[in-house]
């Protein structure tokens, strides 16, 4: 659900792991490699009590130091208070702003430094903390889009990913899920647990997650060597493990079309969250009556797809959203596709573009919406989802499923663990098809709208002729392949410029035009 480099930056960027897509780091000072997060939860009160460690590269030299993204205590008694910072036991000078903990420290350009920050407050965001449709208290990371810093010390950002610990204290009734692998759960007396998960795999904070609540708790079995592990309400425990099977046929899918799953697990959590579905790396989060819903098979392959692009292959920029949520809802049609068939797929696709019209109709804004400053959250929007998936539709018509399939998985293992641009996903495409795509990205990511035709028929009987004319009526100038059917024949024409014509000789005037009859092209048209 993101600026050009100077020499020492681009050194630091390949050094240390760096975004691609020639973009300049959110947080130039810094690259986070690790966050050790030990987080304090309680049942008496909604404060969290917090030690981070987090191990950082520097970037650039920081004579006036640097700034993490978190968010202070404010008016209402939300957010978080420092109490304090340390490097090897030293005390480290420090400020807090309403949005910013800042470092007044100095340091030079590849130097790695550790601290550790003391915190404690209840969280105004992220952290959702509250009673479930049971009635029963639980702890749920919802981040997305950049609400992470709201109750952890970070760079909150998709540019900087990290590896992390979690190392959670809550009440011993509660069983703790959160990214990566269990390394321990152990009581440690006075009826509280200490529950640690470990991710080796660098996450961006948007999918950081905990899951604290009172689960049960299911191993239905491993997809190609992935253990799957469900998490749902007690009282939801027969229809959540049963429903949450589909995990079992949606990853095989991918692993076999895409690549190896990045992650230590795939974990199915019913939640509570602001969303329907929740991308969390290898803790994903449903909402709370997914378990019952008639579309959670297809909600579950839109959330797990997000494993590969999204979370393992992460947009270096906010306004390159469509290569996580246009990926994550094209797959999802593709793994549809091939459990029920083309039609399901059309089905699909017809209904996407009439949201993606539907959309146009409020605003005009292309997919690579660069506008976006702040409130990220309208780039939820049917520009990055359904148009995002579109575009992927149209460019597995237009170079043939070998090679789209081959550059969607060369684009995974090319960026797997890193950041992308559109501009890389192009690059390899455009390479591993053998054809320049850029007119294709260009027009369908950079041009807001989409072609609109108006088509005129007419026949010569004298002639034997049928003649069918295109006339682009809609903002800008489109080029693109249109197939179309007369009387079942099949046809293809490609449109350019304000009109194109077509003659074609027929015995007969025919009966019945279709244009685009396989769905394969986002396109309107009106006679």
């Not at 030690?51 to 700034?67: E, Y």
Request: negative net charge; glycine residues 8%; charged residues 20%.
């Amino acid at each position: 659900m993101i600026k050009p480099f100077s020499f020492s930056l681009v050194l630091a960027a390949c050094l240390f792991g760096g975004v691609t897509g020639s973009a300049q780091p959110y947080n130039p000072s810094i690259d986070v490699q690790h966050y050790d997060f030990s987080l304090d939860l309680n049942d008496s009160s909604n404060v969290i009590r917090g030690q981070a460690v987090l191990t950082v590269v520097f970037r650039a030299d920081a004579a006036a130091g640097f700034q993490l993204d978190l968010t202070r205590k404010n008016e209402t008694g939300k957010g978080m208070v420092v109490k304090k910072i340390t490097e090897n036991g030293a005390g480290v000078r420090f400020t807090q702003n309403v949005s910013e903990l800042l470092f007044h420290i100095s340091a030079k350009a590849g130097e790695q430094h550790i601290y550790s920050i003391v915190y404690e407050g209840v969280p105004a965001d992220g952290l959702i903390i509250s009673k479930n449709k049971f009635g029963n208290r639980g702890f749920f990371g919802d981040n997305w889009p950049n609400r992470a810093h709201n109750w952890l010390p970070c760079v909150d950002h998709p540019s900087d990913k990290a590896t992390l610990d979690w190392r959670i204290t809550a009440p011993e009734h509660y069983t703790v899920v959160a990214n990566g692998a269990l390394k321990e759960e152990k009581i440690i007396g006075g009826s509280r647990k200490l529950t640690h998960w470990q991710e080796s795999v660098p996450l961006a904070p948007k999918v950081m997650m905990i899951g604290v609540s009172d689960f049960a708790v299911d191993h239905p079995g491993d997809a190609m060597g992935v253990p799957v592990m469900d998490y749902v309400y007690k009282e939801n425990r027969e229809v959540g493990f049963k429903s949450y099977s589909y995990a079992l046929e949606i990853l095989p899918f991918y692993i076999q079309h895409i690549g190896p799953f990045p992650y230590e697990k795939c974990g199915n959590v019913q939640s509570k969250t602001r969303f329907g579905g929740l991308e969390n790396a290898s803790a994903i989060c449903y909402f709370e009556n997914s378990v019952n819903s008639p579309d959670v098979e297809s909600l579950m392959a839109h959330e797990i797809a997000h494993q590969w692009f999204g979370d393992a292959a992460t947009e270096s920029r906010w306004e390159y959203l469509w290569l996580s949520e246009g990926f994550a809802t094209y797959m999802t049609h593709c793994y549809l596709e091939n459990k029920y068939g083309a039609d399901t797929l059309e089905k699909r696709m017809r209904k996407d573009r009439e949201k993606v019209i539907a959309f146009e109709k409020k605003r005009q804004t292309p997919v690579i919406d660069s506008s976006v400053k702040t409130d990220f959250m309208t780039l939820l929007n049917p520009n990055s989802y359904e148009k995002g998936g579109w575009v992927l539709h149209m460019l597995r018509r237009r170079i043939g499923d070998e090679l789209f399939w081959k550059g969607i998985s060369t684009y995974y293992a090319d960026y797997r663990n890193k950041n992308a641009a559109s501009a890389d996903f192009e690059t390899v495409m455009s390479a591993v098809s053998g054809q320049d795509l850029h007119d294709f990205f260009h027009q369908w990511l950079e041009q807001p709208g989409h072609p609109v035709l108006r088509l005129s028929r007419s026949y010569d009987p004298d002639k034997k002729e049928f003649v069918l004319t295109f006339t682009q009526t809609g903002a800008g100038s489109w080029d693109f392949p249109l197939a179309y059917t007369v009387d079942g024949a099949p046809y293809s024409v490609n449109i350019r410029g304000a009109s194109t014509t077509v003659r074609l000789p027929l015995a007969a005037e025919p009966r019945r035009v279709q244009i685009d009859p396989h769905v394969n092209t986002l396109v309107s048209v009106a006679e």
